[in-house]
């Protein structure tokens, strides 16, 4: 556990390599560090890069959120934990891997702190709020009243569920957060990016790819993998994995 702006922030971080990048997990809205299983084994050990990842306040391991009231800007605040994490720990080169929101907070820091960014993955991230994300997050919202979810939740958030879930999907469906947009951040994004798609994604279309490669000011790439959903990484691992791999030993 970290201490990072008053709050306990669970950590695993695996400094195997010496002068190597560090890899930094950032999970989705209902995720934790826990639900990257062994992704970030594997990405670590196939690249010889060290390992970074962390639950977020309020999710997994880390202390409870004190409400489920956010400001519309809450990925912006994300971003500057995981800058504050990233300088306690001494993390100077960090490749961003986040999906999701965890995506979005990666694109964030690497246009805000790019000193400590030295590339970023992002999979299924959004820049803008789009009617499909709406939808899709609705659809959640049926399945937390109607089905186990919250019991599959609470294995991984114990009692936070409630509140955690409640965050994501009332800032989501807010009038205020219909026109949230960070697209102004993407021109500071200078280092190389890899945005990982599938095509089926049920929170968004492939506008957030291609607005965002389109915008960043660094070498950037799409990877689109046909038939899958919003969550790539366990819909078709070995292509995530390998495509990741691929895009990680071009920079070292």
């Known amino acids: 556990m970290i201490n990072v702006q008053g709050k306990a922030i669970y950590v695993n971080y695996r400094k195997e390599y010496e002068n190597r990048p560090t890899l ?14 062994d992704l970030p084994h594997k990405l670590g050990k196939a690249t010889e890069c060290n390992v970074l990842v962390y639950d977020r306040l309020g999710y997994g391991k880390s202390a409870a959120m004190p409400a489920s009231d956010r400001p519309t800007n809450y990925l912006e605040l994300e971003a500057d934990v995981l800058h504050e994490l990233l300088t306690t720990l001494a993390v100077e080169d960090a490749i961003l891997f986040g999906h999701s929101d965890g995506g979005s907070i990666a694109l964030i820091t690497a246009s805000k702190f790019s000193a400590r960014v030295k590339a970023v993955i992002c999979e299924a991230a959004h820049i803008f709020v789009e009617d499909e994300t709406v939808r899709g997050i609705y659809d959640a919202m049926e399945a937390f009243k109607t089905t186990n979810l919250p019991d599959r939740l609470a294995k991984y958030h ?52 291609e607005q965002t490669i389109s915008q960043v000011n660094g070498r950037a790439e799409k990877f689109i993998i046909p038939n899958v959903g919003h969550t790539p990484h366990k819909e078709s691992p070995e292509q995530v994995i390998g495509k990741s791999v691929e895009f990680i030993n071009q920079l070292t």
Request: contains cysteine; glycine residues 8%.
């Open 24 to 37: 930094v997990f950032l999970h989705d809205s209902l995720g934790c560090a826990q639900l990257w299983r």
């Open 158 to 209: 114990g009692d936070k569920v409630d509140t955690m879930f409640r965050a994501w999907t009332e800032t989501w469906t807010r009038s205020d957060f219909r026109d949230w947009s960070i697209e102004h951040y993407l021109p500071g994004i200078i280092c190389p990016l890899l945005f990982i798609q599938g095509d089926a994604d049920e929170y968004g279309t492939l506008d957030q790819v």
